[in-house]
């Protein structure tokens, strides 16, 4: 079993900035890749980014591209999700996931943590 436990939402400005933590225990984690999703208000949850735990590849989805960036700590067992430049359209309920294969898809996560609400006030 893995556990995943989100940290760092709270209230942000618009153009400002914000860093959310996924802590992760359990399983050998190394051997997973983590990800980020997002559920918007009424909407559908979407992919946000992902890294491959063993060696630091990253994945974005276009529209996270040059403000997000997904990183993780080795020694803290720890992911994190740096937003930049944030928009009143980011505010969501923020997750961390995680899965055998390196993915951007919901349905190949294995795990999930149970969220971290983001409010961007413009």
């Known amino acids: 079993q893995l556990q995943l436990v989100e940290s760092g939402g709270g209230l942000g400005q618009a153009g400002g900035s914000l860093r959310l933590s996924c802590a992760a225990s359990g399983r050998t984690f190394n051997r997973y890749a983590m990800a980020w999703f997002r559920q918007a208000p009424g909407k559908e949850r979407e992919f946000v980014a992902v890294?491959?735990?063993?060696?630091?590849?990253?994945y974005y989805a276009d529209s996270m591209k040059g403000r997000f960036t997904i990183s993780r700590d080795n020694a803290k067992n720890t992911m994190y999700l740096q937003m930049n430049s944030l928009k009143p359209e980011d505010t969501a309920v923020y997750y961390c996931a995680a899965s055998r294969e390196y993915s951007a898809y919901q349905n190949d996560m294995d795990y999930w943590g149970k969220g971290t609400l983001v409010t961007v006030s413009s």
């Open positions: 890294i491959r735990w063993s060696d630091g590849s990253t």
